[in-house]
């Protein structure tokens, strides 16, 4: 390569960087308008509804305080100045107490319902900008709209050329930069020389074609936008007013659907009787989120609810709270009732998260229903198992939980019919799904029947407006509903959950074969390694998994160390899946493949080998992650999780691990939290690391060594499995 620029000297590429440069900064600040603008607007939007509800509250007398007949006396409030409900409503409890003639009860009752009649008088305000108002929020709400009118179109053309150039260019301009000086090019090598030459004519073809005369289009277009007065922008929106009003309806729905979703759309005087409901949680094992607090309040002040919030948002955690609030008001009984493939899984997290005593009650096991009655704590069984056991006739409990309620969706089925037997003996019944019922109105309005038949009543024959407000309103009282995006600010980027299956009498054989055998990698492969996938107690989770995210609108990767066992995903999953990623698909199929992940419609499923598919792979298209068995290597785990969970994800990403109660399973995880100092320390190394390898076989030793044990000795062996 020669020592020399073949078509041009280092100032001709140094202006060239400098001009691409400045059209890419000129095209990012226009692209970067339209957020700048929305939020300006919105900003501006909420201080003139502030003056408009400070307006409508100092027309109101503040003997409207006494409108139902409570007693309060007005006199002394208008002893201390304060005339309407504007001057009131600013007030704070405290500062109520202050005034003379007031008492304690008094000030919180008149604080309290000051609060419900703000809320009212703010529900349904609208800003109307009014030409004979023109005020300094009202010319600075025009203004903004007026921008974002005129630069709506630059704004949308800026975004798609800025996502499309913009780490092209920065890229290109980093390697052209040995090009522009002397001092540079002398110590470049010969590569780098070639790569900035190379870079220099790509710059070049961009300045000269279609980007640099789109981008100095555009920002010629941006600069020679006139600069207007306040008495423009009023005398503009004199002449075209409807395009003013259709822009801040569109702000005000903006704004409107952000604050009702707080709390899922419900009633503001709801929702402050909910917030004071007390609750007593301090002996949880957790934290509470803001709306997942809310939702326990929610629950032990309505009594019989429909808990609907999105796959992912904690309902489980919510149940157990809602027990150990009650358990510290003296209740004794609770009864959780779920599908037997997450049994384990409830009877787990009780005990993580509080200290009740769980009893499982599978099939009609007479004397575990009998120790529950006499000792109390939370009884867990399935809906199978509950037309198999009776209760006595005069005995009650204090909380029926129904998870995945959706399962009792048949009024004609003996589980259905089981369940409301059961609901009659709770003072309190508390129905979970994670299903979108707005979608199959018909379960809505039985489920709701069982919990509330009055407000069934009053839905039934309104089954044909369900995405109206007035129906959700009327769902109120009975059922709330939460999604991701609702609550966003309050969720982790990352979920974890784990979900335990329990093995059948099949599944265990084959497992106590395995470990007799002292066969490791066969132990890892417990319940996938029978001859017919379909009755593998994880396959039988994985499917409900995969139908649940399906209803949710999100894709799914599974991920497994082992061949065999993504074989038999594959047969389970069928045509729900593409094509499996291994190691024996090129890099170049395997992205392929990817592609057509990408294009696939919801609830498509891709499987992968854990080591093929956990690396040099973006799959944001998929928002669940299924591991088939714990990962022996901590930082495999992490980089297959890193696929889907990176820069350009949407959605909150949620992991399940499927794991088999007492088995290889439950020792990996307890080995690796114990060692878990080990295997940070070598998580970045190559697998093939001696300390590493070292560390691995010890564990490994280690597992074999406790599953003999214990299975010789008798202990979780899967006797009753199968039951």
Same mark, same amino acid.
């Given at each position: ?63 409207n ?7 309060i ?36 009752l008149?604080?309290?319902i000051?609060?419900r ?28 709209? =007026? ?30 930069k040995?090009?522009s ?31 640099g ?22 005398e ?41 409901q007390?609750i ?75 200290d ?18 006499e000792?109390?704590g ?18 009650? +409990? ?15 089925? =003996? ?6 037997i ?9 129905f ?9 109105v ?71 074969l395995?470990?007799?055998?002292e ?39 599974v991920?497994?160390? +082992? ?48 080591q ?24 495999i785990?992490?980089?297959?999780i ?82």
């Amino acid at each position: 390569m020669a020592d020399t620029l073949n078509k041009w000297d280092k100032k001709e590429v140094k202006t060239i960087l400098e001009l691409v440069g400045a059209l890419d900064a000129g095209v990012a600040s226009i692209a970067a308008l339209g957020e700048a603008q929305r939020q300006t607007a919105q900003e501006t939007m909420k201080r003139l509804t502030e003056q408009e509800l400070a307006t409508v509250l100092r027309g109101m007398d503040v003997e409207n305080i006494n409108r139902d007949k409570m007693g309060i006396r007005v006199a002394s409030l208008r002893a201390a100045g304060i005339e309407n409900m504007e001057q009131l409503c600013s007030l704070s409890a405290q500062q109520i107490n202050d005034i003379k003639g007031i008492s304690d009860d008094a000030a919180y009752l008149i604080y309290t319902i000051a609060g419900r009649i703000r809320q009212e008088a703010a529900t349904g305000l609208k800003v109307r900008v009014s030409y004979d108002d023109q005020n300094e929020a009202s010319t600075k709400l025009l203004q903004t709209l =007026r921008d974002s009118m005129q630069t709506g179109d630059s704004v949308r053309k800026a975004q798609a050329l800025h996502e499309q150039y913009h780490g092209l260019i920065t890229e290109a301009c980093l390697a052209a930069k040995p090009a522009s000086g002397a001092f540079r090019w002398f110590f470049a090598s010969s590569r780098r020389k070639k790569e900035a030459t190379d870079a220099a004519l790509y710059l070049y073809g961009l300045l000269s074609g279609d980007y640099g005369e789109q981008a100095k289009a555009l920002v010629e277009t941006y600069d020679a936008l006139p600069e207007q007065d306040d008495g423009t922008v009023w005398e503009d929106f004199a002449r075209n007013s409807a395009a003013y009003y259709a822009q801040l309806d569109r702000l005000d729905r903006e704004i409107s659907a952000r604050i009702d979703n707080s709390y899922s759309g419900l009633p503001a005087e709801l929702v402050r009787e909910v917030e004071r409901q007390p609750i007593y949680v301090d002996a949880l094992k957790a934290t509470l989120r803001s709306y997942q607090e809310f939702g326990v309040r929610y629950i032990l002040r309505q009594g019989n609810v429909l808990l609907g919030d999105e796959m992912g948002l904690g309902k489980t955690v919510q149940a157990i709270a809602v027990m150990v609030s009650l358990r510290a008001t003296g209740a004794t009984h609770f009864m959780v009732v779920c599908p037997a493939s997450v049994l384990v899984n409830w009877a787990r997290e009780i005990a993580q998260f509080s200290d009740l005593t769980v009893t499982t009650i599978k099939g009609g096991d007479f004397m575990a229903a009998r120790h529950w009655i006499e000792k109390g704590g939370v009884a867990v069984t399935t809906y199978e198992s509950i037309s198999r056991f009776a209760l006595p006739q005069d005995f009650t +409990f204090s909380l029926l939980v129904a998870d995945e309620a959706h399962y009792a969706k048949n009024p004609e089925a =003996r589980r259905t019919q089981a369940l409301l037997i059961l609901k009659r003996k709770a003072q309190r019944a508390l129905f979970m799904t994670g299903t979108p019922l707005e979608n199959r109105v018909d379960e809505m309005c039985f489920l709701v029947g069982c919990l509330r038949p009055d407000v069934a009543g009053e839905i039934q024959d309104m089954k044909y407006i369900s995405s109206a407000p007035q129906f959700r309103e009327k769902l109120a009282p009975v059922y709330l509903r939460r999604t991701r995006e609702d609550v966003l600010d309050e969720l982790p980027a990352l979920i974890e959950k784990e979900q335990w299956c329990e093995l059948s009498a099949e599944e265990w054989k084959s497992y106590m074969l395995s470990v007799m055998a002292e066969n490791f990698m066969a132990m890892r492969q417990v319940s996938w390694d029978i001859p017919d996938p379909a009755r593998s107690a994880k396959a039988r989770r994985l499917l409900e998994l995969c139908q649940e995210a399906e209803e949710d609108g999100r894709k799914v990767i599974v991920f497994s160390f +082992f061949r065999d066992t993504i074989k038999a995903v594959q047969e389970v999953l069928g045509n729900r899946a593409l094509e499996p990623i291994t190691g024996s698909v090129s890099a170049q199929r395997r992205q392929q493949i990817v592609d057509e992940f990408t294009d696939a419609p919801d609830g498509t499923v891709l499987i992968c080998q854990v080591q093929a598919g956990g690396t040099g792979l973006n799959i944001q298209a998929a928002s669940v992650i299924i591991f088939c068995e714990p990962q022996i290597k901590p930082s495999i785990e992490s980089q297959a999780i890193s696929r889907a969970y990176r820069m350009g994800q949407i959605r909150t990403v949620i992991v399940h691990r499927l794991l088999c109660d007492n088995t290889v399973d439950e020792r990996i995880l307890e080995l690796l939290r114990e060692k878990q100092d080990i295997f940070d320390s070598f998580a970045e190394e190559s697998a093939t690391g001696s300390e590493y390898i070292k560390a691995e076989k010890s564990i490994t030793a280690a597992i074999i060594a406790l599953e003999k044990e214990r299975l010789e000795s008798g202990e979780g062996t899967g006797e009753t499995a199968g039951e």
